[in-house]
């Protein structure tokens, strides 16, 4: 199925006009997102915003990568663009929020108005007759209160499936297995989706902060990123619980590094990375060893591999070669999704697909959506997930306490003041 809507007061089959604009002054751009139909993608204060839809795609199936290219050609076939900043990530752009399971819906949105910054510049593209003038926008707020419940299986029902995936590893079925569980928060008073991006980007500036229709996290996972030639994906697998101690982190981040089980997790990991992108790239660097990348609650076991693409190929023909990666689903890939779907006991949706923003010359960044939540405005509830990367030497209780430290961001979101 695939569904376009343009918004009303665009020409409907003539031509779209995209008109980016240097702006002078310097932006908090998550400070200037709207209530209504907010998109970011941010890190360390540099991205973009954007607001409005002047074009959707909603897509299921196998094809939805290729039939998103396609769509996104067919727009920018009828559009005319100014641009006088000519960086990645000016021009046309769409954000988009992909599902895992590509059965499942995913969702494309091409802002009215996109607002970026990168290195120190600040821009502004608008579509239309829309004004590149930033309206004024109420303060965020935060829930009344929060009542937490768990999700689409108990604690103990998921730790089972954690023993029964180790089993399964351990006759020889597979190598890895990724498996989630979710918790739900029940919210009292105004849900503002601005409000917990705000308090996400204030405690994990190093990781992207996102929202994408009702889809909102900060995912220090980079599933690819585009720029021109180059090419580059951080990959994460391996995790440990921090303390809070200087001297007792450093010793679990040694502890790490020295770790066999999750050393195999993390190889798994860059190895299905590495493979995928070798059919696009040369000179591609993949580091022998790991580091450890901290984060406020945890630290991980991360390998950044880079290479110089060899083709023409648009980031979403990267996006759809590496998804779905060893980090967010296991090795073999088919069969790894096949025990998701017997074990899992849950629809992930959104959750662990690709997220991010694509422009009109091909570059754009795309994460995996974790450390993220979906809002149900209806239900005034928030669906939050976390998943663990299981292979033989796992031990269910501890990849239940692994789930719940990599829970805490969105729940410390929630529940502050």
Not at 197 to 219: M, R
Not at 339 to 361: C, K, N, Q, T
Not at 383 to 407: D, H, M, N, Q
Request: proline content about 5%; hydrophobic content about 40%.
């Amino acid at each position: 199925m695939v569904v376009i809507e343009q918004a009303s007061g665009l020409p409907e089959s003539d031509h779209l006009t995209f008109r980016t604009r240097a702006l002078d002054t310097d932006l908090d751009l998550l400070q200037h997102l709207p209530v209504d139909n907010p998109l970011a993608w941010v890190r360390g204060g540099e991205g973009l915003i954007g607001w409005g839809v002047a074009a959707r795609l909603q897509v299921r199936g196998d094809e939805t990568f290729s039939r998103t290219q396609r769509w996104w050609n067919k727009l920018l076939s009828n559009a005319h663009v100014e641009d006088t900043v000519s960086v990645p990530g000016t021009g046309p752009v769409a954000f988009a929020s992909f599902a895992f399971d590509l059965d499942n819906l995913s969702e494309v949105v091409v802002p009215s108005v996109v607002v970026g910054k990168r290195a120190g510049q600040t821009w502004v593209t608008t579509i239309g007759s829309h004004s590149n003038s930033l309206p004024p926008v109420p303060v965020p707020v935060g829930p009344t209160s929060v009542r937490w419940s768990q999700g689409s299986v108990q604690p103990w029902e998921w730790e089972a499936s954690v023993a029964t995936a180790v089993e399964r590893i351990s006759a020889g079925e597979l190598d890895k297995v990724v498996l989630a569980r979710d918790v739900v928060a029940h919210i009292e008073g105004t849900l503002d989706v601005r409000f917990l991006i705000n308090k996400l980007a204030q405690a994990y500036p190093t990781c992207w902060t996102f929202v994408v229709e009702d889809l909102f996290g900060a995912t220090p996972e980079l599933l690819v990123r585009r720029t021109g030639g180059l090419v580059m994906s951080r990959v994460l697998a391996g995790t440990v619980q921090r303390q809070g101690d200087k001297r007792a982190d450093a010793d679990r981040a040694s502890h790490l590094m020295k770790s066999g089980k999750d050393l195999a997790e993390h190889e798994y990991a860059v190895h299905s990375v590495a493979k995928a992108l070798a059919t696009h790239c040369t000179d591609l660097d993949v580091p022998e060893q790991p580091r450890v990348l901290e984060l406020s609650n945890v630290q991980h076991l991360a390998t950044d591999v880079t290479g110089q693409l060899a083709s023409e190929a648009p980031i979403l023909s990267l996006v759809a070669s590496l998804h779905p990666t060893a980090a967010v689903c296991g090795t073999p890939t088919e069969r790894a999704k096949t025990m998701i779907a017997e074990l899992e006991g849950m629809s992930r949706g959104r959750y662990a697909g690709p997220v991010g923003w694509f422009d009109h010359h091909g570059d754009g960044e795309f994460g995996i959506a974790l450390r993220c939540a979906t809002i149900d405005r209806e239900s005034q509830t928030v669906r939050s997930f976390a998943g663990c990367g299981i292979v033989a030497g796992s031990v269910p209780e501890l990849e239940l306490a692994e789930s719940v430290a990599k829970l805490a961001p969105v729940r410390d979101a929630l529940e502050s003041d």
